[in-house]
């Protein structure tokens, strides 16, 4: 095969006509060539995706996480004297939770006779509020317990934290999977 057939070849597979040398091509403008669609069409989707990010970045909000924690100056600053107060009162509990069936019951030790007849209790996901459940634990008649039920099933990491309506004092702890049938041990939390 001589070389230049072999030129001829790859000139018809590429769409170029070699035989006429007359110079009266016309040469498509450059919004029709195809190796400059070919070099544009990835910037061209790079620059669209990165305003679609932009976009959903400046529109969503981001979830702010339960916490006690507030900005002073260049550090922060935990507030823990509702910490202090529950650990002052002796109060301390056992939160079991069936998964499953979503039903709480809190047993609630405390140094004092008298006991607040509803609990709120907010289970907090570290990473988003949208996961964050408040429930309202309501006191079992002569008894030290207390019961409630989960609005939807706990997956992963949350941050548990049980308070009275009055907000006096609050017991907090951290719970990882599973939590199947599972018992949390409640305790004021003193950072610092």
Request: glycine share 6%; hydrophobic share 40%.
């Amino acid at each position: 095969m001589p070389l230049s057939s072999g030129i001829s070849m790859a000139a018809v597979f590429l769409g170029i006509d070699v035989m006429s040398d007359n110079g009266n091509n016309a040469v498509a403008p450059w919004y029709k060539q195809p190796w400059l669609w070919f070099i544009l069409a990835p910037l061209i989707v790079v620059v669209f995706v990165g305003m679609t990010l932009l976009y959903l970045a400046i529109t969503t909000a981001d979830g702010l996480v339960t916490s006690d924690h507030s900005r002073v100056v260049r550090g922060y600053e935990v507030d823990s004297t509702k910490s202090r107060a529950a650990a002052e009162m002796g109060i301390s509990a056992n939160l079991q939770l069936d998964n499953l069936t979503g039903d709480l019951m809190l047993l609630l030790k405390s140094d004092h006779s008298e006991r607040p007849d509803e609990l709120i209790l907010d289970i907090a996901s570290p990473t988003h509020k949208k996961y964050d459940q408040t429930i309202t634990l309501k006191k079992v008649p002569s008894s030290e317990a207390y019961t409630g039920s989960l609005k939807s099933a706990l997956q992963g990491k949350r941050n548990i934290i049980l308070e009275p309506v009055d907000g006096s004092w609050r017991l907090s702890t951290q719970s990882y999977p599973p939590y199947d049938q599972k018992t949390i041990e409640l305790t004021p939390s003193l950072e610092r």
